[in-house]
Every structure is written in structure tokens, then in C-alpha cells.
């Protein structure tokens, strides 16, 4: 049996195990805090933390200072260079590998780019698998990989990814096969939106969405702490969902949100050479653009980003008309443009009609360089 046999064995024969070890990684370091925010009563609690520490995922440490008086007040830790995951999120242009532990941290990180063909992704995958394995003092629970594409909820097979031209594509298998671990595989919003909730961005029974927008930009929709999908794929491509801009034209979303988008209408205007992409406009921007006298250049390119934080504003109240949410959570390169949080919520402030906005979150602080999200879709699987 493999260790995340083991757990998987252990998480399905009770909720309450599950309940409590989820309260831990959304920041309960306390019995008492686990049993206010769980609901479960004490003993059940107690239970609970000895059966997670004689599985080696928890310790307690006595916080109790010498000398002090009254019960000894203990601190329920995570043990993450024990319990670790493979993380991968494959991007436009690289692959990020890292070693996480099951309480988000960031153990070590790889990027390494790909030239987005089956063979270039999987050899670097691999890479960094062999060299984070040799890293760490003890073998990982198992691989988790995030991707922008369309995926089967039972075969896990990649249905299709239009950046890549990908369709039909297993990359579970040859992953599984090469190093005998359990792989899971992910639509890159919803292994965010696991994140929000497990890391406690959000309430365990939320109702909320989460807007992924970089290279590709993917919506993943939770009610009340369950995630949505249908037909058995977890899916949510907005690439050619029309939108609307303030100034009444259309466009898709790919070419009003998109990073590649914005950076073709840069270039279109003269502000970028052909051969740049989005990270070279972050870069051109940066603090420069809200000084008092930007250049042209730099001015230019920001009036851009601030159009594509309106039209993601405008996305968000086509996407709540449908299914309306308390909250929506947005990651990914829409965060790290300046101000791009600022003018999404401003925008949405300023037009929003007929009922009451969404709160605007960040995602920003469970991003860890994109670890965070395929950590948390393997655990959602681990312990169901």
C-alpha cells in the first residue's frame, strides 16, 4: 500500500478526520479554534489530531511557558518536509516544478521553459520530479499538475488545450509509469479555487468563483464549497466568450483579457516589438507608470492594462448575470499589473447594474508562485 493509500484509507472511513485536518490547513492550530470553527465537540476533535498524528501529518507542541500556571496550551503544527507533493503547473512558456508540503509550504522551486510540444513539457516535468525527489530527505505523496485546458474528471486525460494545440493528450500516465507515484490532474481555476478554500481564503462553504487570467483565462464556479462541473469535465475555457467593453463594442475574451491579447494590441500600436511578450510590458510598466511625467511608451501601456482591467470587470457582471455569486476571486497576471486590482474594483463600483456586486478578492496571497493550486487539488482528492 502507498502512503497516499494509506491516507486516502484513512480519510474515507470518517468525515471528521477530513473536517479537522482541512480546519488545520485553513490556519486552526488549536483544539478549541478546530471545534468552534468545525463544529465537532472536543473529544471528537482529540480523537481526530491522535489518529493525524500517529499518521505522521501533525505533531502538537507545548506552548505552555516554564513555571506557568493552568492547563498546558499546546499548538497543532503540519509536519510539511514529511508530507510533501510534487507541484507542477505547466505554463505558456515554462513548467514550474516544486516541492510543497501539505501545509502550502514552499520547500523548492524549479521554472524551466518548454517549447509547448507533448515530448518538450513531459522531459521537463520529469526533471524537476527527479531533482526535487533527490532534494528532499523522504519520497513525496505524489505528483499533482495543474494545466489551462479541458479535463476529464474520470480519465484525467487533457481534453483539449488550445494554447498548446493539445487534444486528447495523457500526460498522467507516462508521468505515473516513470516514477510510481499517484499523479492528479487539474483545470488550472479550479485547483485555484480548491486552494481559496482549503488555505482559508474563503469559508468552507462558500458559494463564490474564481477568474483565472493570464496566457489563458478560466472560470471555476463553487456552491457552497462544492465544485461545479458538468458532463465529467472540469471545465471552464472562456477563451471565445464575446464581451462587451464600456464603450458598447465587442471582442472575445482572448483578445479583451487575454495576456496574449493585450500584448498583440501593444504591439499593434507601436508600444512593444514583435518579439516581446506579456512579461515585457509588466516589466516596462512597473512603478513608472504612475509617476507624474511617464514616457509615451509607458503611458501608453498602461492606458492598455487599464482597458483589460475594465474588461474584466465587464467579464465578471456577464459571468454573475448567469450565476450570481457573493464572490469572486481573480489570480494570475490580473493581480501583478499595477493597479489592476484597483481598477477592477473601481470599474465594477462605478457600473455595476441592477444588483449587488461580487466582493473582489485577490488570489495574490495563495499564490506562491503557482504552488498553492495543484497542492490543494491533490489534497481535495486525498481526503475526498
Not at 475574451?253 to 512593444?272: F, H, P, Y
Not at 509617476?291 to 465578471?316: C, F, H, Y
Not at 459571468?319 to 464572490?327: G, I, R, T
Request: charged share 20%; proline share 5%.
Amino acid at each position: 500500500m502507498t502512503r497516499k493509500q494509506e491516507l486516502r484509507e484513512y480519510f474515507a472511513k470518517s468525515t471528521n478526520p477530513a473536517i479537522v485536518f482541512s480546519k488545520i490547513l485553513a490556519g486552526h492550530h488549536s483544539r478549541v479554534s478546530i471545534a468552534k470553527a468545525s463544529g465537532l465537540d472536543r473529544a471528537s476533535v482529540t480523537r481526530c489530531v491522535a489518529g493525524l498524528a500517529d499518521l505522521g501529518l501533525v505533531t502538537e507542541s507545548d506552548l505552555t511557558q516554564k513555571g506557568g500556571l493552568g492547563r498546558p496550551r499546546r499548538s497543532l503544527e503540519l509536519l510539511n518536509e514529511e508530507n510533501w507533493i510534487v507541484a507542477i503547473h505547466i505554463g505558456y512558456h515554462t513548467v514550474a516544478v516544486g516541492a510543497v508540503g501539505i501545509g502550502g509550504v514552499v520547500l523548492n522551486r524549479t521554472v524551466k521553459k518548454h517549447d509547448r510540444s507533448v515530448a518538450s513539457v513531459l522531459q521537463v516535468c520529469l526533471a524537476g520530479i527527479q531533482f526535487h525527489t533527490k532534494q528532499q530527505n523522504c519520497p513525496p505523496l505524489g505528483i499533482s499538475v495543474t494545466v489551462g485546458g479541458r479535463v476529464s474528471t474520470q480519465s484525467q486525460i487533457i481534453l483539449s488545450m488550445p494554447e498548446f494545440g493539445w487534444q486528447d493528450v495523457d500526460l498522467r500516465t507516462p508521468l505515473k509509469e516513470a516514477t510510481g507515484l499517484p499523479v492528479v490532474l487539474s483545470p488550472t481555476a479550479l485547483a485555484h479555487a480548491q486552494a481559496n478554500l482549503l488555505y482559508g481564503l474563503v469559508g468552507s462553504d462558500d458559494t463564490f468563483g474564481h477568474l483565472y487570467i493570464g496566457s489563458i483565462v478560466e472560470y471555476a464556479l463553487i456552491q457552497k464549497g462544492e465544485s461545479w462541473s458538468g458532463s465529467g469535465i472540469a471545465s471552464g475555457i472562456l477563451e471565445n466568450l464575446p464581451v462587451k467593453t464600456l464603450s458598447g463594442s465587442y471582442g472575445t475574451v482572448r483578445e479583451l483579457v487575454s495576456d496574449e491579447g493585450v500584448t498583440a494590441l501593444a504591439q499593434q500600436r507601436g508600444l512593444l516589438p514583435k518579439s516581446a511578450d506579456f512579461e515585457d510590458l509588466l516589466m516596462l510598466t512597473g512603478e513608472d507608470a504612475r509617476l507624474p511625467k511617464p514616457s509615451a511608451q509607458v503611458a501608453g501601456l498602461q492606458e492598455i492594462l487599464d482597458w483589460r482591467a475594465q474588461n474584466v470587470a465587464t467579464l465578471i457582471q456577464q459571468l454573475n448575470e448567469v450565476v450570481p455569486v457573493p464572490k469572486v476571486v481573480l489570480s494570475a497576471s490580473i493581480i501583478r499589473q499595477p493597479e489592476g486590482m484597483e481598477v477592477v474594483q473601481k470599474t465594477i463600483g462605478e457600473y455595476w447594474r441592477d444588483s449587488q456586486p461580487p466582493q473582489i478578492l485577490s488570489g495574490g496571497e495563495l499564490s506562491r508562485g503557482g504552488m498553492l493550486a495543484p497542492t490543494a487539488a491533490f489534497l481535495a482528492k486525498l481526503i475526498g
